[in-house]
Structure formats: structure tokens, C-alpha cells
């Protein structure tokens, strides 16, 4: 039989084991060169692989078994099973042989160009994970099926277009034969180019067994055991325990004053001092713990003394109404002159306070330094960054590629983890004791209280209607820090307003901000949202008629509002003393609509959600049930920080300092149910991880107006608040 060529036009073999995109491959005990490395130890095979410089995507071993790198953390999120399912969906892999190991940290290996166009980046956050993967994934996993194809074919002298593989078997029907994926490994042959086409490269949707479905993840049931490791966890030899004393106003720097007596108590080792804080090295964290209470420290001044956060909104209305501009986000149009023409103009000031990650697991992390400080080694849980090193080698000055970071699993991130000033702290304090490894643990109370926070904001909306009660112009002003922390989300791409303007005026106090769930479109969408309904109830239109006739030419966002109105079944008449609110935004690609149900105590003021009803558009669903989890934690998340969560500075001092006084959702609480509806669609995948929670505060103080007539527009909604509202 003649020999069929199976090399496809595409890139070259060089490339495609040099390539940091994504689409390469090791298997088993060999590296993809036609002469075999033998490697009798995983210690060898790593420094074979590091030597050739691959990228490392999967390993299968003689005996079937696969083992493939997940490139992203694990928080809870599904990433160790979503994303290796992607590539084993197009390898035709059998799951019930495949395990996963987290992937080395080098970014311009396992990066994705999510982030950059130019560069590779390792960061789980903003909902980009699945989004930024999905096609580096998708496209390894078929090469390397084409690869084991070829070997197929190149062993049994046959074309490869008489082969076909399944569920970790390569078939030839018409010699009757099969082999598994395991017994080629020893005849594994790498072609001279590898196939770029999806015709030829991919499955049909049709043929998947993963994408899709609900697979089991991988990691729970080691969790649900116990024998999942977090870094606090890991045991290693000569631990020495840290802990840092940070002060409760961000940024002041700390003089120790009682040095000798601190280093007399037991099993103190030693103090450090570093530009924020005064860190312990002791025998023990019990240890540790005491000497940090003995700790006598004066601070010095920082740009957040003196600063109030209860006062500061005078300050920014002020800002708001002053001749300096800031800058402008979104510009279509002519506002002023559709706000001059206008029959009607609504106006309307929004707030929100600060708000903590609230993670389950405080912060941790454990660094040796090399004796000679040439090298260190970090375990750590963390979502990444946009140093793939996490700021060790800065930290210490040392090279980036002397520095090994082993991933753990985290206990929750929400973007408080993708900082990495507890890991740099850590390293700090390992250089101290060259040699020894030095586990740095954050209490609660530091957690909370040296946090980096969601920031404050203050934003005032503009809307004009002609007429016919038809929306012809929208203004947003937003006030405070961050820069994308408060001006994220803040555009209206789905609604179709001729006339639209957004500017951001920055206001700074000293405080620590991060990324928090959804960033700014929390805030954001609550304001945009709100005025929507203002706009409905005063013309005594549906809220739900008002967003149909805005989303006229988008018709994705158009099928999300009513998917959640028919699951919410919005026309039904309700229980007494309930009313119904909607919302919808974009957030990371996905289109999402929420609606809720509410009741109001009005001698406590207090705000019970009884169900919350969500529909999203966000292309193809790798892990449907999984997708839903995210997207329900995510709304229940939301109902906690619009309803109690808030963090409150007074005299540059956080106010809260665990969860007796910083109240996160209890159990009580929980609504009757949260039901949410996946819309089927062929795009590529977008993110969902953010996508439930900034629609919870528009939809609840929507149904709030709907409720009793009333407005929320300062978050949270307190029952002292929502008193003070139904008392106007």
C-alpha cells in the first residue's frame, strides 16, 4: 500500500516546539524530537523540558495516563477541570485517565495574549481565564491529536484520513485495528508541519463529549476530603512562621520602639522592619502572634491621615460641581444640546462606600532564599500577575528565571490575589534567614484592615427624554479613585442613546484600592440602571418595555431580557408586600439580565431578597452546571455587599475588623431561590465569573421604587439607610 504524505501546510516542527503559544506538546518519557530523551526520574524530565525549552501542555505516559497543565489558579472557579477539558475535548483524550497538574509560572510560555496584544500574560481575573485560553487550549489538544494520527498512520503504513481517533484510541475501521494512545508512545512521530486549518484541526460541535457537559471537577473531591493542600497547609523543614504588624492607617511607617524586648519573648527569632510594617520571625505562629501584640510601634503620617470617608462625599460633590474637567470616558454625540432640547430632564446623585474582598482563606504565603540570595523557591496561592514571578525577583534583586513559584490552590481570590504584596513581604523577610523557608500568615483583622478596597465613588447622572418619552441623551459624572476601578462599566453599548457622555474626576486619599468582583461595574450599573427605572416609573411605563425599546438594534442583549422575564414569569401578579426589579449589563463579553424579588420589614428596614431570576448570553458554555454555580456565588456575593458589606474610615483608620463589624451575607438571608438561564450560542467563550454580581443592587433598588416609590442611591443598603428613605 502506498504511503499517504501526512504532513498538512502549517507551521514547521521548529516552531512548533519552540512556540510560546500555546500549541505544543511532551509526551510521556520522551521530548517530541525523533530521538527519544530518556528520563528515568520526574526531576530529569523537568530539567529535559527545561532544557529544550518547550511548552509543556500535556504528558501521556505508556500507560495511558495523561497529565495535563492547567496554565491558571484555582479559586474555586473550575480551572483545573474547564480548561483541561477543552484540550481533551479536541485530543478525543479519555477522561477517566487524564489528571492535572498546574503549570509551570512563565508567562511567555503559558501566558495568553487576553490581557495584550503584545504580551503573554498569567492572570486569573477579570473573567478572562476561559475567554483567553479557549483557543490556545482547543488548538493544542487537536495538534496533538494530529500528531498521534500521523504516528498511527506512519505504524501501520496507511493514510490518515482512513484514521479517526475516540475516547483515547486511534482506529483504522477498515484494518480493524485500534491502538491506544499509550502503546504509540513509543512509536510517536512528529510530522514536519502541523495542520493551522479548524476544518481540519478541530471536532464538530456534534462529536463533543466535554465541551458542553457537566464534568466533574477534578479537584473537589480532594477538598471535600481534605487533602487538597493550601499553602498554609504544606509542611515544610525549618519553617520559621511570619507575621507583620501593619498599623490601621494604609501606607504610615512604623518605628519600633521596644526592639529588645520584643526579641527577648519566646521563640522570637528575630524583628524586621520594614517601610509598613514591623515583621516577627519566630519558632511558631502562636509564638509570632504573642510578640505581635507586644509590639510597641510609632507611626508616621501617610496620605491617608486625617482622612474621613463619612465626609468625604461633600468633598466630591464639590469636585463634581467645579469648572475642572476630568477624563472623558465615552463621547457620542451632543448631550449639552439634546439636555437643552429636552422635555423632560432627570437628575440623580449615586454613592457607594468602600468594600473588602471578603475572601474565606486570609493570606499566606511560603519563600525560601537561597543561602547565597542567587535563588529563592514561593508556594503560593495567588491569581497571578502581570509578572508571572509575582515581584520576588524585584523584591530581592535577583534574576526572574531564579525564581520557581509552585502554585496552590486559593481559597478565594476576587482580585485581592492578584496583588502580591503579601508574597513580596514574604520574601523580604525569607532574606533575613537565607536558606530557611519562612510561611507568612495574614490574621483576618490584617486581611481586613490593611486590605486593598473596592473604592468609594460618587456619580451623578443626566438624562434627557423628548416628547414621546423616548431617551435622547445620558450624562455620568463619576467621582473618586482608581482610574478602572470607578470608570469600568460605564458605557451603554447595548442601549441605543443617540446622545451619551461619561467622565471620571480623580480624587486620591491615601487609600489602598484593588479590583474587586466586577470592578466598576458594580457601582456603575447600579447608577445606570436606577435611572432607567426612574425614567420608567415617573413616565408609568414597564421598566422591562423601557430596555426593549433601548436594545432595538442588539438583539443578543434583547433575548437575555426575555429569557429572565419568562423565568421570572415578571407579569404575575405577586404576594403581598413584594415587588419585582430588573436590570441588565455587559460585563467581560457576557450579556446578562436579572430580575429580583424583594420584601421590606419597614420597622427594621431590612431587605429580603426571596428570589433572584438571571439570564446570560456567554457564547459557548464549556461546564454548564459549573458556569451557573459561578454566576449564583457571584449574585449571592452581590447581595451581601449591596445590602450590609461596608468598610468606614475615620481619621485615616479602618474602622472594621472582622466579621463581627464587617457583616457578610449569613444564611438567613439566602433567597427561597436563585434560578439562571444559559442562552445557547456558537460564539467563542466569555467571561462569567463577574457577570452575576454588579446585577444585584440595580435589580434590588429597582424593586425597591417598584415596592414603595422610594429611591436607594448610596450603597449599601442599610436598614438604617433604607429607614431614612422611607421616612423622605
Not at 272 to 277: A, Q, S
Not at 327 to 355: E, H, P, Q
Not at 390 to 402: F, N, R, S, T, Y
Not at 560 to 587: C, D, Y
Request: with cysteine; glycine share 8%; proline share 5%.
Amino acid at each position: 500500500m502506498k504511503k499517504e504524505n501526512t504532513t498538512i501546510p502549517g507551521i514547521n516542527r521548529r516552531d512548533f516546539l519552540k512556540s510560546s503559544s500555546g500549541a505544543a506538546l511532551f509526551i510521556g518519557v520522551s521530548g517530541l524530537f525523533p530521538t527519544f530523551i530518556a528520563c528515568k526520574s520526574d526531576r530529569e524530565k523537568r530539567q529535559a523540558i527545561e532544557s529544550q525549552r518547550l511548552t509543556v501542555w500535556v504528558e501521556l505516559a505508556e500507560d495511558g495516563q495523561i497529565t495535563i497543565y492547567n496554565p491558571a489558579a484555582e479559586m474555586g472557579q473550575g480551572s483545573m477541570t474547564s480548561l483541561p477539558a477543552i484540550f481533551a475535548e479536541e485530543m478525543d483524550a479519555d477522561w477517566a485517565k487524564v489528571r492535572v497538574e498546574f503549570s509551570p509560572q512563565e508567562s511567555e510560555i503559558y501566558g495568553s495574549e487576553v490581557w495584550s496584544n503584545n504580551a503573554k500574560v498569567m492572570l486569573s481575573a477579570g473573567s478572562r481565564v476561559t475567554k483567553g485560553y479557549y483557543p490556545i487550549m482547543r488548538k493544542a489538544g487537536a495538534q496533538a491529536r494530529h500528531i498521534l494520527l500521523a504516528s498511527a498512520a506512519a505504524k501501520w503504513e496507511v493514510p490518515i484520513s482512513g484514521l479517526r481517533t475516540q475516547n483515547g484510541y486511534v482506529h483504522a475501521d477498515e484494518l480493524n485495528k485500534k491502538i491506544s494512545y499509550g502503546e504509540l508512545v513509543p512509536d510517536l512521530t512528529i510530522p514536519e508541519t502541523l495542520p493551522q486549518d479548524p476544518d481540519i484541526l478541530y471536532k464538530d460541535s456534534s462529536q463533543y463529549r466535554f465541551i458542553g457537559k457537566d464534568v466533574a471537577r477534578l479537584e473537589i473531591p480532594q477538598k471535600v476530603d481534605g487533602t487538597a493542600l493550601f499553602t498554609m497547609d504544606i509542611p515544610m523543614v525549618d519553617t520559621m512562621y511570619a507575621v507583620l504588624e501593619r498599623g490601621r492607617v494604609h501606607g504610615a511607617k512604623p518605628t519600633l520602639k521596644n526592639e529588645k524586648e520584643i526579641a527577648d519573648l519566646p521563640g522570637v527569632l528575630m524583628t524586621v522592619e520594614l517601610d509598613h510594617g514591623v515583621g516577627i520571625l519566630a519558632t511558631g505562629l502562636e509564638e509570632a502572634l504573642a510578640a505581635k501584640k507586644a509590639l510597641d510601634i510609632e507611626w508616621g503620617d501617610s496620605p491617608a491621615s486625617g482622612f474621613n470617608s463619612r465626609d468625604a462625599y461633600t468633598r466630591y460633590t464639590k469636585i463634581l460641581e467645579g469648572p475642572e474637567k476630568g477624563r472623558t470616558i465615552t463621547s457620542i454625540g451632543d448631550v449639552n444640546s439634546a439636555l437643552r432640547r429636552a422635555a423632560r430632564v432627570y437628575r440623580a446623585d449615586f454613592m457607594n462606600d468602600y468594600v473588602y474582598h471578603a475572601q474565606m482563606e486570609p493570606l499566606n504565603a511560603i519563600v525560601r532564599v537561597s543561602e547565597d540570595l542567587e535563588s529563592a523557591e514561593v508556594w503560593v496561592g495567588s491569581q497571578q500577575g502581570f509578572d508571572s514571578k509575582l515581584g520576588v525577583p524585584q523584591a530581592l534583586g535577583i534574576a526572574p528565571e531564579k525564581v520557581t513559584i509552585h502554585l496552590q490552590y486559593l481559597g478565594g481570590g476576587f482580585g485581592r490575589r492578584s496583588m502580591t504584596d503579601f508574597v513580596t513581604e514574604c520574601a523580604l523577610l525569607a532574606k533575613e534567614v537565607p536558606g530557611k523557608a519562612v510561611k507568612l500568615m495574614w490574621t483576618r483583622e490584617d486581611d481586613l484592615r490593611y486590605g486593598a478596597y473596592r473604592p468609594m465613588s460618587l456619580q451623578r447622572l443626566e438624562a434627557a427624554t423628548d416628547r414621546n418619552g423616548k431617551i435622547t441623551a445620558f450624562s455620568h459624572y463619576i467621582v473618586g479613585d482608581g482610574g478602572n476601578l470607578v470608570a469600568s462599566g460605564i458605557r451603554n453599548e447595548h442601549y441605543e442613546i443617540p446622545n451619551q457622555y461619561a467622565e471620571w474626576r480623580e480624587v486620591s486619599h491615601g487609600i489602598r484600592l484593588k479590583h474587586w468582583r466586577a470592578v466598576g461595574h458594580g457601582p456603575n450599573k447600579f447608577a445606570i440602571e436606577a435611572m432607567l427605572d426612574d425614567i420608567a416609573f415617573d413616565q408609568k411605563k414597564d421598566p422591562v418595555d423601557l430596555r426593549r425599546e433601548l436594545m432595538v438594534n442588539a438583539p443578543k442583549a434583547l433575548a437575555t431580557l426575555e429569557e429572565a422575564v419568562r423565568i421570572s414569569n415578571w407579569s404575575a401578579p405577586r404576594p403581598e408586600g413584594r415587588a419585582k426589579g430588573v436590570a441588565f449589563l455587559e460585563r467581560s463579553g457576557t450579556l446578562s439580565t436579572g430580575i429580583c424579588e424583594i420584601s421590606v420589614d419597614r420597622n427594621t428596614g431590612k431587605i429580603k431578597v426571596h428570589h433572584f431570576w438571571s439570564a446570560h448570553d456567554a457564547g459557548i458554555v464549556i461546564q454548564p452546571a459549573n458556569v451557573k454555580a459561578q454566576i449564583e456565588g457571584g449574585i449571592l456575593m452581590g447581595i451581601g455587599s449591596v445590602l450590609t458589606e461596608r468598610i468606614t474610615i475615620i481619621d485615616g483608620e479602618v474602622q472594621q475588623s472582622n466579621f463581627n463589624d464587617y457583616h457578610i451575607l449569613r444564611m438567613e438571608d439566602i433567597p427561597d431561590s436563585v434560578e439562571t438561564a444559559l442562552i445557547a450560542s456558537d460564539s467563542s467563550p466569555q467571561g462569567v465569573g463577574e457577570s452575576g454580581t454588579p446585577l444585584v443592587a440595580c435589580a434590588i433598588a429597582n424593586a425597591f421604587l417598584n415596592l414603595t416609590g422610594k429611591r436607594l442611591r448610596h450603597m449599601p443598603f442599610t436598614p438604617e439607610r433604607v429607614l431614612s428613605v422611607l421616612k423622605q
